[in-house]
């Protein structure tokens, strides 16, 4: 019976330079990545039975994963659906983001303020990434949302390196509404008096804009309920300090250049339109087994969004499922509802593998 290794790990690769698909070349190109394994089976070395899970975050998300302080640590871990006895379980952070990989402020990325990224970018880099550890076969990538959008894009670049793909929250294209609430995000962040370098209020007003649109008013209700006020108590209602607490948080950890380009490559998420150089749609290049997961009451990436995504991988002839996760909390329900998406995922595992 195969050991777990004690702790998941953090490493770091050197990779080729990336040209960016709407200009500029990263430089000194560098993807940080969390790793956890069987005893042995380890980024210098890998041991060739150990199936592959490449796990893509969200947009303000780390390549924690799993682990103490993970974003899914309730589904990774021994005797958990993804459980590092069974799979190589990989994340890297995303190319532009601020925790390691190359990007703003990173030696050899563009220094240029209008520089802007996609999700093929992305999704580029960290097929360059496999490509350097060796892997070149990958057993289920999944992600929610902007990871959603990346997964999906990384199976239409690479059809038949991946061979279950599980997208979460998300869609074939940004819609004009995910777009529109990025453009008041981004807005905010530019009337910041220290934009670009030094922005602080702005960023956590972006992120409490966000925050709404992450969650439904019945989760909302229920975690931040109206107070019983006094007469002539004016103490603020939670919603309130809520938002200011999740803005707060934002600001320590992230930096606004960082999240408009997470912002830029989510609007620019298309695969109705051809990959850069071919001629036919990205999602018609799709050929992993699929199970898409939309959320009943997310109001950014719909139930109905969901439904054309599966019928549009259908018609390009991959094997799908789709779920619907029922929950009070909206979109951000990927990251909060353990018991629905522990089956999920171990579904998602035992699909079948299309012939490629």
Known sequence: MPTVAALPRSFELALPDLALARGGVVHQHRSAGWWWSREGDTPESLQADVPTVLIVHALTGSAQ????????EPLI???????????????????????????????????????????????????LAL???????????????????????????????????LPLATSVSASAWVVGWNHVARQILRLDPGYPHNVGRGLEIARQLAILTYRAEPGLDARQPRPVLSKGADTGY???????????????????????????????????????????????RVRASTEVVDVDTDQLFTPAQAA??????????????????????????????????APILTRALQLQAPTL
């Open 77 to 127: 871990g021994p005797g958990k659906p993804l459980d590092p006895a069974q799979f190589r379980l990989i994340c890297f952070n995303n190319l532009g983001s601020c925790y390691g990989s190359s990007g703003p402020g990173v030696a050899g990325f563009p220094a240029d303020e209008t520089v802007d990224l996609t999700g093929v970018d992305i999704a580029k880099a960290q097929i």
């Open 131 to 165: 490509d350097k550890l060796g892997i070149d076969r990958v057993h289920l990538t999944t992600g929610g949302s902007l990871g959603g959008m990346i997964t999906l894009t990384l199976a239409a670049i690479a059809p038949k390196r991946f061979e279950r793909i």
């Open 238 to 284: 939670p919603v309130q300090s809520y938002l200011e607490h999740q803005g707060r948080k934002l600001r320590s950890r992230f930096a606004a250049r960082a999240y408009e380009l997470q912002l830029a490559a989510m609007d620019h998420h298309d695969l109705t339109q051809p990959l850069p150089g071919d001629t036919v749609p990205a999602i018609s």
């Open 308 to 341: 054309v995504l599966a019928q549009q991988l259908r018609a390009s002839g991959a094997k799908v499922e789709r779920t619907t996760v029922k929950s009070i909390h909206g979109h951000d329900a990927f990251l909060i509802e353990w018991g629905s998406l």
């Open 65 to 72: 994963a799993g682990g103490p302080g993970g974003w899914w």
